[in-house]
C-alpha cells in the first residue's frame, strides 16, 4: 500500500444505484483529491479539499458529490450515473505545493 | 491554459537498452515536475519529484532532468528490464493562484521492454 487506500477496488453499479467511494489517508497531509481516469484521456481533476474544505471543482456533474469529513477520509458519493461514467477512480494526497503527491489504487467503477 | 504532451505514446525495446522517455508542457510557470508509473489497472507510483529551481533527480535507474524555461522534462531509466514495463506519466503543478494544487498530466507513454 502507498499511504493511500481507496475502497472498494472494484464497483459495478446500475444507473439508479447510490453508492461511495472512499478514500483515507494516514501520512498527515493536508490536501486530498479525486481524479477520474477513463480510456486514452488524461487524468482529470474532479475535486481538491485543502484542510477539509474544498477548493476547486471543475465543474463535475452534481451526480458526484464529494464529502471530506476530516484531513484522513474523503468521500465521493455517487447517484444516478450514466455509463460514460465507466473509469478508474484516484484518490491522492499532498503535503502542501512543495511535496509530491501520493496516489492510491484506484477504484475500478463500472456503470451499467 | 497549461497543456501536457508526451511523445511517444508506446515504445518498445529489447531488455537491457537505454531508454529515454520525453514530456513537454506549454506554460513554464510551474512549481515542480513529478514523474509517475502506472501499471494496467492500477494506481500511480510516484517515482522521482523535480522543483522547479532543480535540473534533475535521481532514483536508482532513474534519472530526471528539467528544463523550465524550455518546458521540457526528459525520464531516462538505464538498462532497462521486463519489470519497467508500464505507463509512465508525466505531471506538472503551477507555481501560484488558484489551481495551484492542481496537477495537469500527460497522456502517457506505454512502455514494453521485451526479455
Known amino acids: 500500500e502507498t499511504g493511500v487506500t481507496q475502497t472498494p477496488r472494484h464497483l459495478v453499479m446500475g444507473m439508479t444505484n447510490k453508492k461511495s467511494l472512499k478514500c483515507e489517508q494516514h501520512l498527515g497531509h493536508n490536501a486530498m483529491y479525486w481524479y477520474k481516469q477513463s480510456a486514452k484521456k488524461p487524468l482529470e481533476l474532479m475535486f481538491v479539499?485543502?484542510?477539509?474544505?474544498?477548493?476547486e471543482n471543475n465543474s463535475v456533474p452534481s451526480r458526484f458529490s464529494p464529502e471530506c469529513p476530516n484531513s484522513s477520509h474523503l468521500f465521493l458519493h455517487l447517484h444516478t450515473l450514466q455509463p460514460e461514467d465507466s473509469a478508474l477512480y484516484l484518490c491522492a494526497s499532498s503535503q502542501d505545493v512543495s511535496y509530491g503527491y501520493t496516489f492510491g489504487s484506484g477504484t475500478r467503477l463500472t456503470v451499467v | 491554459k497549461q497543456e501536457v504532451t508526451q511523445i511517444p505514446a508506446a515504445l518498445s525495446v529489447p531488455e537491457g537498452e537505454n531508454l529515454v522517455l520525453n514530456c513537454s508542457f506549454t506554460?513554464?510557470?510551474?512549481?515542480?515536475l513529478q514523474w509517475f508509473r502506472q501499471d494496467p489497472g492500477k494506481g500511480l507510483t510516484s517515482l522521482l519529484l523535480i522543483q522547479s529551481s532543480q535540473r534533475e533527480q535521481t532514483s536508482g535507474r532513474l534519472n530526471a532532468s528539467l528544463d523550465k524555461s524550455s518546458g521540457r522534462s526528459t525520464l531516462y531509466i538505464a538498462a532497462s528490464q521486463p519489470g519497467d514495463s508500464a505507463t509512465y506519466l508525466c505531471?506538472?503543478?503551477?507555481?501560484?493562484?488558484?489551481?495551484?494544487?492542481?496537477?495537469?498530466f500527460g497522456k502517457g507513454t506505454k512502455l514494453s521492454v521485451i526479455p
Open positions: 505531471a506538472v503543478r503551477p507555481d501560484s493562484g488558484a489551481g495551484s494544487y492542481q496537477l495537469t
Open positions: 506554460d513554464s510557470a510551474i512549481y515542480n
Open positions: 479539499y485543502s484542510l477539509e474544505e474544498r477548493v
